[in-house]
């Protein structure tokens, strides 16, 4: 078994690598994955991909043609792949949960930096500024937060926020039982919530879920944090709002157009992306390279989850992390995650 790995960094081969053996075969690859790189797949049975891959249409019918039989994504969210395209041709797969606690710690992480100027503090003191002027933040303790998006890294989100004795408002359209939140409608949340954090996949209908018409609904001051998927935000209306001193503050891991810029090196450059260096240069802003994934804990889990839906796949034709368009539909699917998909 020949796997084909795109969009490869060192700590990925780390992860992966002991995990080889004469009937697994790896092919690391820094670039990624799209059409013109498919052919680099050639001879492969599996080709493995991360969250800025395209995996299109077209992608997936050159990956079909090359005999590729299975398309393995080593994360949770899957809106670079063409799911509805893939069926009956190439299997897909995921790692639904790799480490809910790693994501839902960096939005803390993030939250914490911002609303008490650590990150500020630091600068000041390694040049022996010692002064507390323009560092005063806020508790915690008492405000209220809305989670959008109540899935495994949501609720251990809204955990570590009832620790902090925070009101926990959450919106999701599949509410999760026992979950310790109120439930509201979108429009409550915004209106009501000192801070807001986005833990919902990318779909048609959470696209710029945050747009100027939700940000005039929020309150004035608002913190908007996003560890999940960059399109969630339209950057442009959180730009405004930044300017407008409508929002007061943007934690973001994430970002729309991050897919030619995260995970590479731009320093000694100029970014062409106006949109993200405006947002970087404002003062009550913290952006970091889509790195709430990154622990030593989480690496390992994906690394251990992909070999094993690869492995499921190719040798009992199913798995339970197989994502498949038909998988819900009592109508139309009979495998409900349990056989065959096709």
Same mark, same amino acid.
């Given at each position: 078994?020949?796997?084909?790995?795109?969009?490869?960094?060192?700590?990925?081969?780390?992860?992966?690598?002991?995990?080889?053996?004469?009937?697994?075969?790896?092919?690391?690859?820094?670039?990624?994955?799209?059409?013109?790189?498919?052919?680099?797949?050639?001879?492969?049975?599996?080709?493995?991909?991360?969250?800025?891959?395209?995996?299109?249409?077209?992608?997936?019918?050159?990956?079909?043609?090359?005999?590729?039989?299975?398309?393995?994504?080593?994360?949770?969210?899957?809106?670079?792949?063409?799911?509805?395209?893939?069926?009956?041709?190439?299997?897909?797969?995921?790692?639904?949960?790799?480490?809910?606690?790693?994501?839902?710690?960096?939005?803390?992480?993030?939250?914490?930096?911002?609303?008490?100027? @650590?990150? &500020?503090?630091?600068?000041?003191?390694?040049?022996? $500024?010692? /002064?507390?002027?323009? +560092?005063?933040?806020? #508790?915690?303790?008492?405000?209220?937060?809305?989670?959008?998006?109540?899935?495994?890294?949501?609720?251990?989100?809204?955990?570590?926020?009832?620790?902090?004795?925070?009101?926990?408002?959450?919106?999701?359209?599949?509410?999760?039982?026992?979950?310790?939140?109120?439930?509201?409608?979108?429009?409550?949340?915004?209106?009501?919530?000192?801070?807001?954090?986005?833990?919902?996949?990318?779909?048609?209908?959470?696209?710029?879920?945050?747009?100027?018409?939700? @940000?005039? &609904?929020?309150?004035?001051?608002?913190?908007?944090? $996003?560890? /999940?998927?960059?399109? +969630?935000?339209?950057? #442009?209306?959180?730009?405004?709002?930044?300017?407008?001193?409508?929002?007061?503050?943007?934690?973001?891991?994430?970002?729309?157009?991050?897919?030619?810029?995260?995970?590479?090196?731009?320093?000694?450059?100029?970014?062409?992306?106006?949109?993200?260096?405006?947002?970087?240069?404002?003062?009550?802003?913290?952006?970091?390279?889509?790195?709430?994934?990154?622990?030593?804990?989480?690496?390992?889990?994906?690394?251990?989850?992909?070999?094993?839906?690869?492995?499921?796949?190719?040798?009992?034709?199913?798995?339970?992390?197989?994502?498949?368009?038909?998988?819900?539909?009592?109508?139309?699917?009979?495998?409900?995650?349990?056989?065959?998909?096709?």
């Amino acid at each position: 078994m020949k796997i084909a790995f795109f969009d490869t960094k060192p700590y990925d081969k780390q992860s992966f690598e002991q995990y080889a053996s004469d009937d697994l075969k790896f092919k690391f690859f820094e670039t990624k994955l799209n059409i013109d790189t498919a052919d680099l797949a050639r001879g492969c049975d599996v080709v493995c991909i991360f969250v800025n891959d395209t995996a299109d249409a077209a992608v997936i019918d050159k990956l079909y043609d090359l005999g590729v039989k299975v398309l393995a994504l080593r994360c949770a969210g899957y809106n670079n792949v063409d799911v509805k395209h893939a069926y009956g041709k190439i299997h897909v797969v995921h790692v639904p949960a790799y480490s809910p606690y790693a994501v839902a710690e960096h939005t803390m992480a993030m939250l914490l930096t911002s609303i008490r100027r @650590i990150h &500020k503090a630091y600068i000041r003191t390694k040049d022996f $500024n010692f /002064s507390l002027s323009g +560092l005063t933040g806020f #508790d915690l303790y008492g405000k209220t937060v809305g989670v959008i998006g109540t899935g495994k890294i949501g609720r251990v989100f809204i955990d570590i926020c009832r620790g902090f004795g925070m009101k926990v408002l959450a919106y999701d359209k599949f509410p999760t039982e026992n979950t310790p939140c109120e439930y509201v409608e979108l429009d409550r949340l915004f209106a009501e919530s000192d801070i807001i954090s986005l833990h919902c996949p990318l779909t048609a209908e959470t696209h710029h879920i945050i747009d100027e018409k939700s @940000i005039n &609904k929020m309150k004035k001051g608002v913190v908007i944090l $996003n560890t /999940s998927r960059g399109a +969630l935000i339209d950057a #442009d209306a959180l730009l405004e709002g930044i300017k407008s001193r409508k929002i007061g503050a943007a934690c973001l891991d994430v970002y729309e157009e991050e897919s030619d810029i995260f995970f590479e090196d731009f320093s000694g450059h100029i970014v062409d992306d106006d949109t993200l260096a405006r947002l970087i240069s404002m003062p009550n802003v913290i952006v970091t390279s889509h790195q709430a994934f990154l622990t030593e804990e989480a690496l390992g889990n994906i690394a251990e989850t992909t070999i094993s839906n690869i492995k499921e796949i190719l040798e009992n034709g199913c798995s339970q992390n197989e994502l498949c368009y038909h998988c819900g539909n009592t109508t139309n699917c009979k495998a409900q995650r349990l056989g065959k998909c096709f």
